[in-house]
């Protein structure tokens, strides 16, 4: 089990993680600073609790609003991928109508 020492709002924590997994801790920490930094310079130091959940909301928040454009190019990405099904069956049956044709205009040469 790895063990992980972090600074966030300019408060030490030790944090237990799993073995190689140390280098993800910190820089996760550090994006979490980075915000808690953000929000005392808007709102001030307004206590440790208040800060760590308003960073918490913001970065849930966040996370909400990209699992959102996520679904949103996945039904993308589907309706794509119908859209190019559809095409293709368009050219097989092109590709059937040319045969057909060819057929016929041998038939025609051969009268």
């Known amino acids: ?6 600074t966030v709002n300019n408060r030490l924590y030790s944090v ?3 073995d190689g997994e140390e280098a ?4 996760l920490s550090q994006v979490l600073d980075g915000r808690m930094r953000e929000l005392a ?9 208040r800060l ?3 960073t918490a909301l913001t970065l849930a928040d ?3 609003t990209v699992q959102g454009e996520i679904a ?9 991928r119908e859209q190019q099904k559809t095409a293709e069956g ?3 049956a092109l590709v059937g109508l040319a045969q057909r044709l060819e057929d016929i205009a041998a038939r025609l040469e051969t009268s």
């Open 62 to 64: 966040d996370l909400e």
């Open 72 to 80: 949103a190019m996945r039904a993308e990405l589907e309706a794509l």
């Open 52 to 54: 760590m959940l308003m």
């Open 90 to 92: 368009g050219a097989d």
């Open 16 to 18: 237990g993680c799993d």
């Open 1 to 6: 089990m790895g063990q992980v020492n972090v």
């Open 24 to 27: 993800q801790v910190q820089r």
């Open 41 to 49: 310079a808007l709102v001030g130091q307004v206590g440790e609790a």
